[in-house]
């Protein structure tokens, strides 16, 4: 992590500290400002570790509402991380009860008005191209582990380090680099015949 | 202690480590097992296609698009109120959600149901209920307990041998692990 990306985590907890303060003081206002500062990036993290947008957003809400619940319980260093433990959690609960058919995490996909947001000057063909790898990635995505899934999205998307992320899955260091490793050679194996998408 | 095949450059790909390329790209080495990893890249072509593919994939999902959020999880003063309830509180009020109406008519069936047997529990005689007038043959109270509660010391023996066996077989699994 660089000294600007340090500065930024360091800004960020203070804010959070100081809007968990306030919640614990009985503003709703500023508890509903921690959920607007995440609910996206917990709902982006969370449908793709269910892979079901109903569920994914039932297992969000649960989480704020968790997080709400059991806000006098914090007190770590980094609210992000927090929720983050407690949405994965909820998300766990989801597969576990889920009964309903997997849906697409990406609706956009269907509707043909939509497209991914690309760099204009490399045209159409660049941008289908980058649609059809985006599709292979996240159908082979679904077909890893759950453990696997949410340790390489937390690693790769969201930028945490071995360690925050073993603290995030409540597991030993070991058993991330692991997850991540064996979830990364599971992947490859299941794009091995569409690796020309990848090749930019 | 992990077995490494650490094959030589050339030999087949299926017999290669593939975790060990991988964790070459993820710079997860340790200084004794680097030189075989980087040997395999250099000398085994599916090894380096495999290194290198792993990075792309990688690349690209650090790229994916971030499904957008179908609603605004923002706590409505209920909620709130809600979330800050009696455990039993929080369970009624979410069975009263519009999304679980299905399971309404099944809860008042099974409280329909619970409230007969304990009505019937209450008035049929011989049943354990508070108006049975004879106690029921083989049903022993605290008062007067039943005969195996009243052993002799050499009835007792064996539950005590039993206990020690028990002991010994957690001894066992212990040692076993």
């Not at chain 2, 005689?125 to 029921?136: C, E, L, T």
């Amino acid at each position: 992590m660089d000294d600007h990306a340090r500065q930024v985590a360091d800004e960020r907890r203070v804010r959070d500290r100081a809007l968990v303060a306030a919640s614990l003081a009985g503003d709703l206002d500023a508890f509903n400002r921690l959920v607007e500062l995440y609910q996206d990036y917990l709902f982006a993290l969370t449908v793709r570790v269910v892979n079901d947008r109903e569920a994914a957003a039932d297992a969000v809400q649960e989480a704020f509402f968790s997080a709400y619940r059991n806000l006098h319980r914090f007190h770590g260093d980094s609210f992000r991380s927090w929720i983050t433990r407690i949405a994965l959690n909820a998300a766990t609960d989801v597969l576990r009860l889920r009964k309903r058919r997997p849906a697409d995490p990406y609706p956009e996909w269907e509707d043909d008005s939509w497209q991914p947001p690309t760099d204009e000057a490399e045209g159409p063909e660049h941008a289908a191209m980058l649609r059809s790898r985006d599709r292979a990635l996240s159908a082979a995505l679904q077909k890893i582990t759950p453990d696997q899934r949410a340790a390489i999205l937390l690693y790769d998307i969201e930028g945490y380090d071995y360690q925050e992320i073993a603290q995030m899955q409540g597991v030993s260091l070991g058993t991330v680099k692991s997850r991540i490793h064996r979830g990364r050679l599971a992947l490859r194996d299941l794009l091995a015949p569409q690796m020309d998408l990848f090749r930019d | 202690m992990p077995r490494h095949d650490h094959s030589p450059p050339g030999a087949d790909h299926q017999s290669h480590e593939r975790l060990l390329l991988i964790r070459l790209a993820a710079d997860d080495l340790s200084s004794a097992e680097r030189p075989a990893a980087e040997a395999l890249r250099a000398g085994c072509a599916e090894c380096a296609d495999l290194a290198r593919d792993v990075d792309m994939i990688a690349h690209a999902t650090a790229r994916l698009p971030a499904p957008s959020r179908p609603r605004d999880f923002r706590m409505s003063p209920e909620q709130a109120r809600m979330a800050h309830g009696t455990f039993i509180g929080r369970i009624l009020e979410r069975l009263a959600a519009p999304r679980l109406g299905i399971l309404q008519p099944l809860g008042a069936a099974a409280v329909a149901i619970g409230f007969v047997l304990v009505v019937v529990g209450l008035g049929l005689p011989g049943m354990g209920g508070a108006s049975s007038a004879v106690q029921a043959p083989g049903v022993y109270s605290a008062a007067d307990p039943s005969p195996a509660m009243h052993l002799t010391g050499s009835d007792a023996a064996p539950a005590e041998g039993a206990r020690s066996d028990g002991g010994g077989r957690r001894g066992c699994s212990r040692r076993g692990r």
